[in-house]
C-alpha cells in the first residue's frame, strides 16, 4: 500500500462517503480521509446513517489509512463512547484527539489507539483559523507527555500523526503560508511523527452567495498554493508534509449543525457547481428551484464544458456526468444538491490526487 499523498476531510455522511468509494482505486490508494463528524443537533453517534459507515469501510480495503474525528462531540455518555470505541477499533479508522477537547473523549482517544485492534495509532488535530500562537505549542506537548507518562517505559504508547487544520483560507489571509510555517517549525520537534498534514479550505462561501444566478466566476485555490509554499521552504521536513483539503465545498460547511426536523427540508433557490483546475475553482451559479431550473443547471454544465481547462468526459464519472447534463433535455437527469456536490467533490478529489502523483 502506498504511502498517502492526500488527506481529504470529509464529512462521516452517506454523499460524502459515496463519493469517496466512488473513485477509481488507482486514485484511491494515495488518499487518506480525515473523517469528522459534523455537529448534531440530536445524538449523533447514535443516529449516524449505517449506509456512511458501509462505504467508509467499502472505501478502506484500497487506502493507506483513514482517521476519525468528533470535534463538535460532548456527550460522553456510555453508550456514546461504546460506539466511538467500536468505529476507531472494529472499524479500523485511527483515532483524532486534540488539545482542549473533554477528558474522557482525550482518554478513550488513546484507550481505542493503544487497543490490539486500534493499530497503535494516534492522530493530533491542531486548529490555526488564524496568526500562530506558542502556546498552541505548549498545549500539545502538555498533551504529548500525557501520552509518554501512561505507559511504563515513558515513551508515546502509539505511533502519532500531525494534522494542523487552518479551516478556510482566503483572500484575507495572506500570510497563512508563514503562520502555518511558524507552526510546524514548533510543532514538528516535538515528537517522531508518523506522518503530517497541513489541512485547509478555499472554496468560497459568501462569494458564491453573492455571485447573481446563472453567473459563471472562479475563486484562487489558496490551499494549493499554501501547501507549495511550505513544499518550497528551506526546513528539512517540508518535503515530507502531506496535502490535505476540505474537497470543492467550503470548510465551514462541515460545521453546519443538522437538525433533525430540517434535514430533509425545504430546497434553496439557487445551486451550484464547482470545478478545480490547477489554480483555482471555477463556480457555475444556478436556479435551483420554481420554472425553469433544468435549464439553467444545463447551461452552468454548458459553462464547464467549454472552459479551456475542462478535461473532458473520460476524465470520470463527474465529468461524463456534466457532459450528459449539458447536452440533455428536460428535468432528468439534472441533479439536486447532493448530487451536485458529489459531482464537484468526485472531480476534484481525482484531479487533486493525480496533480500529487505527478
Known amino acids: 500500500m502506498p504511502e498517502p499523498l492526500y488527506v481529504p476531510v470529509l464529512p462521516l455522511k452517506p454523499h460524502a462517503a459515496r463519493t469517496f468509494a466512488g473513485l477509481p482505486l488507482a486514485e484511491r490508494r494515495y488518499a487518506a480521509p480525515l473523517w469528522t463528524l459534523p455537529p448534531h443537533e440530536q445524538k449523533p453517534l447514535q443516529r449516524l446513517p449505517e449506509s456512511a459507515l458501509n462505504y467508509v469501510a467499502r472505501s478502506r480495503r484500497f487506502t493507506p489509512g483513514a482517521w476519525l474525528d468528533v470535534p463538535y462531540l460532548e456527550d460522553c455518555t456510555e453508550a456514546v463512547t461504546s460506539r466511538l470505541h467500536e468505529l476507531w477499533t472494529v472499524g479500523s479508522l485511527t483515532p483524532v484527539t486534540a488539545p482542549g477537547r473533554p477528558l474522557r473523549l ?29 502556546t498552541r505549542a505548549r498545549e500539545v506537548g502538555t498533551l504529548l507527555a500525557a501520552l509518554a507518562r501512561s505507559t511504563a517505559a515513558g515513551a508515546l504508547p502509539v505511533a502519532v500523526d500531525l494534522l494542523l487544520d487552518l479551516d478556510t483560507v482566503l483572500d484575507d489571509r495572506p500570510d497563512a503560508g508563514k503562520q502555518a510555517l511558524l507552526a510546524l517549525d514548533a510543532l514538528v520537534p516535538l515528537a517522531p511523527w508518523r506522518h503530517i498534514a497541513v489541512l485547509s479550505g478555499a472554496s468560497p462561501k459568501q462569494a458564491l452567495r453573492e455571485l447573481p444566478l446563472d453567473a459563471y466566476d472562479y475563486a484562487p485555490r489558496h490551499d494549493w498554493a499554501l501547501w507549495h509554499e511550505i513544499r518550497d521552504a528551506a526546513r528539512e521536513y517540508c518535503p515530507g508534509v502531506r496535502y490535505g483539503d476540505y474537497g470543492a465545498l467550503p ?108
Open 106 to 134: 482525550h482518554d478513550l482517544a488513546v484507550m481505542s489507539a493503544a487497543s490490539p485492534c486500534g493499530g497503535e495509532r494516534l492522530g493530533i488535530r491542531v486548529a490555526l483559523p488564524g496568526r500562530w500562537d506558542e
Open 251 to 358: 470548510a465551514e460547511d462541515l460545521r453546519l449543525v443538522e437538525k433533525e426536523n430540517t434535514r430533509n427540508g425545504g430546497r434553496s433557490e439557487w445551486g451550484a457547481i464547482r470545478y478545480t483546475t490547477e489554480t483555482d475553482f471555477r463556480l457555475a451559479k444556478f436556479r435551483a428551484r420554481l420554472g425553469g431550473w433544468h435549464d439553467s443547471v444545463r447551461a452552468a454544465a454548458r459553462h464547464l464544458l467549454v472552459d479551456a481547462d475542462y478535461r473532458g468526459r473520460e476524465d470520470g464519472w463527474s465529468d461524463e456526468w456534466l457532459t450528459d447534463c449539458a447536452h440533455g433535455a428536460g428535468s432528468v437527469g439534472v441533479g439536486n444538491a447532493t448530487k451536485w456536490n458529489q459531482v464537484s467533490n468526485h472531480q476534484h478529489f481525482t484531479h487533486v490526487i493525480r496533480a500529487l502523483r505527478r
